[in-house]
């Protein structure tokens, strides 16, 4: 019966923070009424960016990088009204260092913000520390194609391989009062899909240890034949709420990292240290908790069948890492100290990619009634689209082919979104809403007049395409804006071709 008030921003993100606190019965319905004030009292265009916001998907090409960097350069500014002249564009660069640094040790702005305006963004550092129940990114591997060139890489340094478990990543956070949390690798809050998980922390760890946080991967296990399952077969688990009893697929934890123990963060410690705390800390339950299968050696052959060994146990490959020098943990970051070596690797580009459908053509003959193939889309996370790198229609089996046609069926959108990027010359059948992400293999990369992937990063006018792209499995654990970049798609482009000119040299010397 009465106008309701303006919004303002504190309004809109006191109510935005109720929402995302709701939880139990009828917290569904309580969401809803929360949504519905908001929209009743919006104006104008404030209905699209409420309805955005909600949806994080604001597509103003602001994103996560882009307001560390605000923040740092906020901060620089803000002492330059105080000393003006004693600034330097070094010293804004330096700022957002920090400030991304920070945040991907304690990525919550709730705590970043009121110690940089207490104590300044040079001792942020300092004032803002890893922190137990908070969970960091993980840190990623670089892909590398043969184990000669893991020599190259690490010549004179000490390194460990590591066996690369088919499994979904973890971060277990235990708590001093004893409760325990399960975190995935985009901090999915990840404690009621592995109730197995938690109730066996007192059994793998020793009295000792009150609190502690753990990089591991949870693998499904065969505990009667002491066997890695594959990763589809982890899959099928509900995502939350299950229930002890009701468990068909056991699992078991392959910790091969330690961030955390009694109160001290681990975090600048070197690889060695760390692994010397995790062998300590804990105790190995046989098809439970295990540590990663390691072995330290330089020696070329060892290492060859050490990676047939992983491949021939379920394994995906190896993970290769340096001890004692440049060892430190970086979160969030694809770091050079640490290479995947994955068996396919060999005979196709260095790595995998995980690309997100955003349309389909209909099937003909025998797929009739499915469709017959799919395009897909690698992610640009500064102009926040989505650019078509290839057409896919192989390493589908029948069954497979039903299940993602009929799950990207609900998604089909009358027309592309705005932030689609992709060749007027294209008529696919149907368009998606960004939903799902596939991890895909090709044979190589190749510079495209077509397809829109990295353009104007390689080529000055056009994109980078994948020759003869294959589905692997669809990627539950990531969201679409945690797939492939294009920035990713361009250096796997350079470093194929660097790969390809040097393989032609040898050539050229024989």
Request: contains cysteine; charged residues 30%.
């Amino acid at each position: 019966m009465f106008k309701p008030q303006p919004l303002t921003i504190a309004k809109v993100f006191d109510t935005f923070r109720a929402i995302a606190k709701e939880s139990g019965k009828d917290s569904q319905d309580k969401k809803r009424n929360h949504i519905k004030g908001l929209l009743v009292a919006a104006t104008d265009c404030e209905p699209q960016y409420l309805v955005r916001l909600l949806q994080s998907k604001m597509r103003i090409g602001l994103a996560e990088k882009t307001v560390l960097v605000a923040l740092g350069q906020a901060a620089i500014y803000s002492e330059m009204n105080q000393n003006p002249q004693s600034q330097t564009q070094s010293d804004l660069e330096e700022a957002a260092k920090i400030i991304k640094q920070v945040y991907s040790v304690l990525p919550i702005y709730d705590k970043i913000v009121p110690e940089l305006l207490r104590v300044g963004v040079w001792k942020l550092p300092e004032a803002c520390n890893f922190s137990l129940g908070v969970p960091v990114g993980p840190m990623l591997a670089k892909p590398t194609k043969a184990v000669s060139e893991i020599l190259d890489k690490f010549q004179g340094m000490e390194f460990t391989c590591e066996y690369k478990y088919d499994g979904e990543r973890a971060q277990i956070h235990y708590m001093e009062d004893g409760s325990v949390e399960i975190y995935s690798r985009n901090a999915e809050r990840n404690t009621g899909k592995y109730p197995d998980v938690v109730s066996s922390v007192s059994r793998f760890k020793k009295p000792a240890v009150k609190s502690f946080v753990l990089d591991c991967e949870i693998v499904a296990y065969d505990r009667e034949k002491q066997r890695i399952l594959p990763f589809q077969i982890l899959s099928t688990r509900a995502r939350k709420g299950v229930i002890l009893s009701d468990i068909k697929v056991a699992v078991c934890t392959f910790a091969f990292d330690i961030l955390y123990i009694n109160g001290q963060p681990l975090l600048q410690e070197q690889l060695k240290v760390r692994r010397e705390q995790l062998y300590g800390s804990f105790d190995e339950v046989p098809g439970v908790f295990q540590f990663a299968t390691a072995i330290t050696s330089d020696d070329l052959e060892e290492i060859q069948k050490f990676l047939d060994t992983a491949v021939n146990t379920s394994c995906e490959g190896l993970i290769i890492k340096t001890l004692d020098k440049d060892a430190t943990y970086e979160p969030s970051k694809r770091s050079n100290n640490w290479l995947k070596l994955k068996k396919d690797y060999m005979e196709s580009i260095g790595d995998s990619l995980d690309l997100v459908p955003i349309a389909a053509f209909h099937g003909r003959g025998k797929r009739t009634g499915v469709y017959g193939s799919f395009l897909l889309a690698c992610y640009d996370e500064y102009n926040e689209e989505y650019q078509s790198i290839c057409n896919i229609g192989t390493g589908f089996s029948e069954s497979q082919l039903e299940e993602r046609s009929t799950s990207l069926r609900n998604k089909i959108i009358p027309k592309p979104k705005p932030y689609y990027r992709f060749s007027d010359t294209m008529d696919p059948d149907v368009w998606f809403e960004p939903s799902e992400v596939w991890e895909v293999k090709a044979a190589d990369l190749s510079i495209s007049p077509v397809h829109r992937a990295a353009n104007g990063i390689v080529d000055p006018n056009k994109g980078i395409s994948l020759r003869f792209p294959r589905l692997l499995h669809v990627r539950d654990d990531k969201s679409p804006e945690e797939a492939t970049t294009s920035e990713q798609v361009a250096e796997m482009y350079r470093a194929q071709k660097i790969i390809h000119t040097n393989n032609k040299d040898e050539d050229d010397d024989d």
